[in-house]
């Protein structure tokens, strides 16, 4: 375990941001912060690999 948990802080800061965004903008403030949110998630992936690649992202068991 050499390496920091980066996707866990990431998650946990996104529902923070999420759970502010429905607690005092309501419904509206609340999906713009999840379609902005799942941009800047793409884009990220996007600039770290220079792929995309959906199906790590799935929890299917063989």
């Not at 793409?42 to 959906?54: F, N, S």
Request: without cysteine.
């Amino acid at each position: 375990m050499n390496q920091f948990p980066v996707w866990s802080v990431v998650g946990l800061i996104f529902g923070l941001a999420l759970g502010f965004a429905a607690a005092f903008g309501g419904l509206g403030a609340f999906l713009l912060v999840l379609v902005l949110g799942a941009a800047g998630l793409l884009i990220g992936r996007i600039v770290e690999g220079g792929e995309i690649d959906l199906s790590r992202l799935s929890t299917r068991r063989r």
